[in-house]
């Protein structure tokens, strides 16, 4: 058991450590600027933009750090970033796998199809954890730095409740790399997918008759902004995240069991 | 009991037949030669045996397994080695770590004994490995955790011809110990020099099962000679000549008779040039089991093993 989430792992260490220290310094620029910034007077800008606009990029009380946060990292790098970045790195899971033949050999293994899928998926538990510990870390400490203050639980709250949000849209890469023969077809098809899936949610919240099509979205079931500002969430959101999750992993295993490789 | 029995294995995409009904055994300690030319469904065999993909129609069983039960094959693969057609490795990944995620899975004890036959650079990062290298890594993995038996899809393709040699000896040796043995090849020459008995197919079927001798003597030799017309007239009409193709210069045909007549015959003539080698595979399966697949099927013949 495990052992191929133990190789995986070992292969992800350099780009998950690329990726959080990257992650990490635009944190620190976003920070920085927020020090340079008259907040009231971008309170003001953020006042004359459209709802549909506020409401895409999670703007609200953009003035103080929480609601900056908010929206320039959580929201939009957070949300969108690291959605599309899940789902396009699960995509390669399987696909690339098989468009490489190395899945020949794995499956040479004495280790059922289903077994080897849910151990390849939980090394992208490795990023999925670093990110958010050392980025909540160094976002807090950075904000210090600049002489504001964040409350810790409302920072580390955003952060435990990106995970479920996340493991969805990495399973829905899952899915779509099961499906694919080609790693390229399903990493497009990923990113493409979290991406119109974020937009129908930004875009169809105005729209009173068609706002049911925003259930569909992952997006619409993690909202960062207002865990920072004053730590309110709906637990049965997260709820949905998770069950969407399972279904979405057991989907990808019963499809994976079925497929000739 | 046999190590590998298949029974009107049939597999189609779409509205191609890439195996068709096919039935064999492999017997326990023997080596075996799946021997056809490139696309005739060896390939599809064999990885329908390892469960990469559900047959059509019948079925096939290895160790006992039968392949449509996912638990009794996953029981029965840690008992069989396999290396396939194309090896893919992680590229940044050295060949030493890919052993170790190997051996983790499903054991390495004869791991150091085969780096000292086969000898891939395990320091080193499998991106710089030639073809041969990644092949020898790949026989490491078959073999390493001592299974019963190990199923290997044109296993020395790459192989210098040292390598192959030595592979060659140690399948003997393997088959020695008791193990079973089953290859694929589209090369005559090899699958003569280890098999006890071979599988032909062409065209997704099994056209014939033999033992090796029986193959060779059947073979034959292509004859390729430089030399005057009317020798060229005198040689189409000695006992085993067939095949027969003149040109500019010379003739060549296929030869299946007794070498001294042959030989007596060329004294009698000018001969500028001569070369005799075997005949590729597919002239082989072309004459003796016509095009429409001629012999019998699953013709059972005494193995040798």
């Known amino acids: 058991m495990l052992e191929t989430t133990r190789y995986e792992i070992s292969r992800r260490v350099r780009g998950t450590t690329i990726l959080t220290v990257g992650v990490s310094l635009y ?25 549909a606009m506020l409401d895409a990029f999670g703007m609200q009380s953009i003035g103080s750090i929480e609601g900056w946060l908010g929206g320039q990292i959580y929201t939009f790098l957070w949300l969108l ?39 390849k998926f939980a090394a992208l538990l490795l990023p999925l954890i670093a990110l958010n510990v050392v980025v909540g870390g160094v976002t807090y400490g950075l904000v210090l730095a600049i002489g504001e203050t964040i409350d810790p639980m409302h920072l580390a709250l955003a952060h435990l409740l990106s995970i479920p949000y996340l493991l969805v849209c990495a399973a829905i890469g899952t899915v779509l790399s099961v499906l694919a023969d080609r790693s390229a077809v399903a990493e497009r098809a990923a990113i493409g997918l979290i991406f119109v899936l974020w937009l129908v949610e930004s875009a169809v919240g105005a ?34 995240l998770v069950a969407a999750f399972l279904g979405l992993l057991v989907a990808s295993q019963v499809l994976f069991q079925r497929r000739d490789i | 009991m046999s190590s590998i029995t298949v029974d009107n294995l049939s597999k189609r995409y779409d509205d191609v037949v890439a195996v068709d009904s096919l039935s064999f055994s492999v017997e326990r300690g023997e080596i075996f030669g799946f021997l056809g030319p490139n696309g005739a469904g060896k390939t599809t065999t064999i990885r329908t045996l390892l ?26 693969k840690r008992r069989i080695g396999y290396l396939p057609a194309n ?11 890919v052993l170790d995620y190997h051996e983790s899975v499903k054991g390495g004890s004869r791991r150091d004994e085969l780096l000292e036959i086969f000898t891939p650079p395990v320091e080193r990062p499998i991106r710089e490995y030639s073809t041969g290298n990644k092949r020898m890594l790949g ?12 199923i290997m899809d044109e296993p020395t393709s790459g192989l210098d011809p040292l390598k192959q040699e030595e592979f060659n000896e140690f ?26 008995r071979v599988g032909v197919l062409r065209e997704g079927v099994l056209v014939g099962l033999e033992d090796v001798d029986t193959l060779l003597r059947q073979g034959g030799k292509r004859v390729h000679i430089q030399t005057t017309d009317e020798a060229r007239t005198d040689l189409t009409e000695i006992d085993g000549v067939i095949d027969v193709q003149t040109f500019a210069e010379g003739i060549q045909f296929i030869y299946t008779g007794e070498y001294n007549t042959l030989l007596r015959e060329l004294a009698t003539h000018d001969v500028r040039e001569i070369e005799i080698s075997e005949p590729p595979l597919e002239d082989i399966f072309m004459r003796y089991y016509g095009s429409d697949g001629g012999v019998e099927p699953n013709q059972e013949v005494q193995s040798d093993a």
């Open chain 1, 27 to 51: 944190v620190a620029f976003i920070v920085w600027y927020f020090s340079l910034l008259d907040p009231s007077a971008y309170e003001q800008i953020a006042e004359s933009l459209p709802p």
């Open chain 1, 81 to 119: 970033g690291l959605g599309i970045y899940f789902a396009y790195a699960s995509a390669a899971v399987i696909a690339g796998d098989i468009e490489s033949d190395r899945m020949d050999l794995l499956l040479s293994f004495p280790v059922s199809r289903s077994q080897l899928l849910v151990e």
């Open chain 1, 207 to 240: 729209a009173e008759d068609f706002a049911w099509i925003q259930n569909l979205s992952p997006t619409h079931y993690y909202a960062p902004t207002p865990v920072l500002i004053d730590g309110s969430y709906e637990l049965v959101d997260t709820g949905i």
């Open chain 2, 51 to 76: 469960g990469l993909i559900a047959p059509s129609a019948g079925t096939a069983t290895v160790l006992g397994a039968d392949v449509h039960d996912e638990d009794a094959l996953i029981e029965a």
């Open chain 2, 87 to 97: 090896l893919g490795f992680n590229d940044e990944a050295t060949g030493a770590e």
């Open chain 2, 139 to 150: 026989i490491v993995q078959a073999f390493m955790h001592d299974p019963e038996l190990v």
């Open chain 2, 171 to 196: 399948a003997r040796n393997e088959r020695d110990r008791g193990k079973t043995l089953f290859f694929s090849s589209h090369v005559l020459s090899e699958v003569r020099r280890v098999c006890d």
